[in-house]
């Protein structure tokens, strides 16, 4: 019974180690930089001058837009044009949406680090597997390493004190020597 429910318990945490690995895989958000060219409040669209040409990114319920740190509307940023401009494009089925803008205008010298969204540890992920590995390995230590031995004796409490079980059932109720 002992070795089933160990190898039960090698089995799901093998199981549930290697679930996580393919998570490791998870694609990181794309960062645009960029100018604020213009916010459009009614099409909810915002339009950057990148490195590669001015495009327009539409805006989602789920997109974080931030000037110098406090969260805003895409209606509040028709007076940051021109401003330098972050975009942090997230995957989601088989495109990019945006995901979080950080628009920082000239008052503020300091902006806060992107939410790290919908993205994975990889280090999180290798730790796992190498205390899985560890545990595994000291489980089977332990199977293997008394495998060969017999079980030591199992003392009872019976008419004249503490007894050991004799091996072989040799001298019943009498003490082991």
Avoid: K
């Avoid at 958000?29 to 590669?52: D, W």
């Avoid at 628009?103 to 990889?122: D, E, L, M, Y």
């Avoid at 595994?136 to 007894?163: E, F, I, K, M, T």
């Amino acid at each position: 019974m002992r070795q089933l429910t160990a190898v039960a318990t090698v089995v799901l945490i093998a199981c549930l180690g290697l679930a996580s690995v393919g998570s490791a895989q998870a694609q990181q958000p794309l960062q645009v930089q960029g100018t604020l060219e213009a916010a459009n409040c009614q099409t909810q669209e915002l339009t950057v001058n990148t490195p590669g040409g001015t495009q327009t990114f539409p805006v989602t319920n789920q997109t974080a837009i931030y000037v110098n740190g406090t969260l805003t509307s895409v209606c509040s940023l028709q007076s940051s044009a021109g401003a330098p401009v972050t975009l942090y494009l997230v995957p989601e089925n088989s495109q990019f949406v945006l995901g979080r803008v950080d628009v920082s205008a000239a008052q503020s010298a300091s902006q806060p680090q992107p939410a790290n969204v919908g993205a994975s540890s990889g280090a999180s992920t290798a730790v796992g597997i190498a205390l899985g590995a560890l545990f595994l390995g000291g489980l089977a230590y332990v199977l293997l390493h008394n495998a060969g031995s017999p079980p030591a004796p199992a003392p009872a409490y019976g008419p004249g004190g503490w007894h050991h079980q004799c091996p072989n059932n040799e001298n019943p109720g009498w003490r082991c020597r």
